[in-house]
């Protein structure tokens, strides 16, 4: 019987868990394509994600791209709502990049192909590894749409982070329902209703400006809305 430490991945200052290395003896046994198979017939739960990992690793390091990558995508499908869960909390939202958590996922798999030893903690710990992957994309995604953020501000307003930082009143121009209304707005709801209305921001722009969640924007641009209907109607007292 083959033995971890036979096998050819770079695995070396780890000692692999009890289960992986029972695993992956049966798997090996099998062949390519029955493994494969059963992985996939199998709740997702029944194989750990080191031993996938470790076994497609075999499979590209044995010439078989096919059989290896296969199995990399077969991970890749069953941690991408995990994926899409992790990014949507960081990023108070869906990014609303196009293709964002493809090339993530992309990227995941990649990592997981690897024989660096960067990327040898993969098949040791791969839940701890996973988290800080999609951590570290998703802070790279976040700085991304700030710097969109920053773009699309007018030219003397300064950065999101300076202007946030220093408080400073937005200015608001005579196109909004008077600027003593919008004054009166509670400042987080302000601040939200003008750089949705007014320097056309998304919702996730927002969120990210203000440190908040998509949903929170929404109920602040709800209660803007409200205070300035009420304050149209006669009623300047717009509740903070």
């Known amino acids: 019987m083959v033995t971890a430490t036979e096998t050819q991945t770079p695995i070396r200052c780890y000692e692999l868990e009890h289960k992986v290395v029972e695993q992956l003896s049966y798997l090996r046994s099998l062949g390519p394509h029955e493994a494969t198979r059963q992985i996939r017939e199998a709740p997702p739960a029944e194989y750990l994600p080191e031993a996938l990992v470790l076994l497609a690793r075999e499979y590209l390091g044995r010439g078989q791209p096919d059989a290896g990558w296969g199995l990399l995508k077969l991970l890749a499908a069953r941690v991408s709502r995990r994926v899409k869960k992790v990014t949507s909390r960081m990023l108070a939202g869906a990014s609303d990049r196009a293709g964002f958590y493809d090339d993530l996922l992309g990227d995941l798999m990649v990592a997981w192909a690897s024989m660096e030893a960067a990327n040898e903690f993969w098949a040791v710990r791969f839940n701890l590894t996973f988290q800080r992957a999609v951590t570290s994309a998703c802070k790279r995604e976040r700085t991304r749409i700030c710097a969109s953020l920053d773009d699309r501000l007018p030219g003397d307003a300064g950065t999101v982070g300076e202007r946030m930082a220093a408080r400073e009143p937005v200015s608001i121009v005579d196109t909004v329902v008077g600027k003593q209304a ?27 400006a203000l440190g908040v969640t998509d949903r929170t924007v929404r109920n602040y641009l709800r209660a803007a809305e409200e205070g300035l209907a009420r304050w149209i109607a006669g009623d300047t007292r717009i509740p903070t």
Request: charged fraction near 20%; charge should be negative.
């Open 182 to 208: 919008l004054a009166a707005l509670p400042e987080n709801h302000r601040m939200a209703f003008v750089l949705s209305r007014l320097n056309q921001l998304t919702e996730l722009e927002i969120a990210v």
